[in-house]
């Protein structure tokens, strides 16, 4: 008898260990965030805590709204968060850097625009993300603009590259692994060219709430991260997406 409820109190326990699951958001955000569970963040993110016995469950959300559900501690986590979003939100991070961020700025294909300084940005219409940072300086900027063109929703990058294709904005804004995968996927590769960049980068982060937190995910992540770095799957992840180190 006293077999039998060992037996059921280990299953019990297994199928609590193998059920747990965290809720992390983002937007789309290709390739660090795609489609289908998809992308070098999610990919890295879910395989860390699989290696520690957690599973994860992806939800894709306009950015200021996966903000506020972490903030509101509705979630677990935002995926590619900057140290000010972290601030501004009052997330945890697990002072892991997953990726680099660099303003870089597109124009249509017949433009003969080149960015060199923040004054080349007066009098321009420029296309940017609601809720993404781009710096203290630019994020002045563009808040001051009356002109420029914040896009939000789940495609907002898509928004954009349709506007600038279409000559209603002069510049967009943005990462340039993250502009040019979805130019091509959406076929707008050929209308936009690459215009410099401000050449200053941001680091990366996954953003944790407080949401659960005794179970201390951030701490399991880092874990997490440290298994696949060594079993091989972190690099395998980043070669898969073309990722060159940071």
């Known amino acids: 008898m006293k077999l039998k409820l060992l037996a059921l109190l280990c299953l019990s326990f297994q199928v609590q260990s193998e059920t747990?699951?965290?809720?992390?958001?983002?937007?789309i955000w290709c390739p660090y965030v795609c489609t289908n569970n998809s992308g070098y963040f999610v990919e890295l993110t879910q395989h860390a805590f699989a290696s520690v016995g957690v599973g994860t469950k992806f939800e894709t959300l306009p950015f200021q709204r996966a903000l506020r559900l972490a903030q509101a501690d509705k979630i677990h986590a935002?995926?590619?968060v900057s140290p000010e979003h972290i601030g501004k939100a009052n997330l945890q991070d697990s002072d892991l850097i997953?990726?680099?961020?660099?303003n870089d700025f597109y124009v249509h294909s017949a433009s003969h625009w080149q960015y060199s300084s923040l004054v080349d940005l007066t009098n321009k219409t420029i296309a940017s993300i609601l809720g993404y940072d781009y710096g203290d300086k630019l994020n002045s900027l563009l808040a001051k603009s009356p002109t420029s063109f914040r896009a939000s929703g789940e495609t907002p990058l898509k928004t954009n590259l349709n506007l600038l294709q279409k000559g209603r904005v002069d510049i967009l804004i943005g990462n340039r692994y993250v502009i040019e995968y979805t130019a091509k996927k959406f076929d707008y590769y050929d209308d936009i060219k690459f215009a410099g960049s401000e050449g200053i980068s941001t680091p990366l982060f996954v953003g944790f709430s407080h949401k659960d937190l005794e179970q201390n995910y951030a701490s399991k992540f880092a874990e997490g991260i440290q298994n696949?770095?060594?079993?091989g799957q972190y690099?395998?992840?980043l070669d898969k997406y073309h990722i060159e180190p940071w």
């Open 235 to 237: 690099q395998a992840i």
């Open 98 to 102: 997953l990726g680099q961020y660099a």
């Open 228 to 231: 696949i770095k060594e079993s």
């Open 20 to 27: 747990e699951q965290i809720v992390i958001a983002s937007d």
């Open 78 to 80: 935002v995926l590619a």
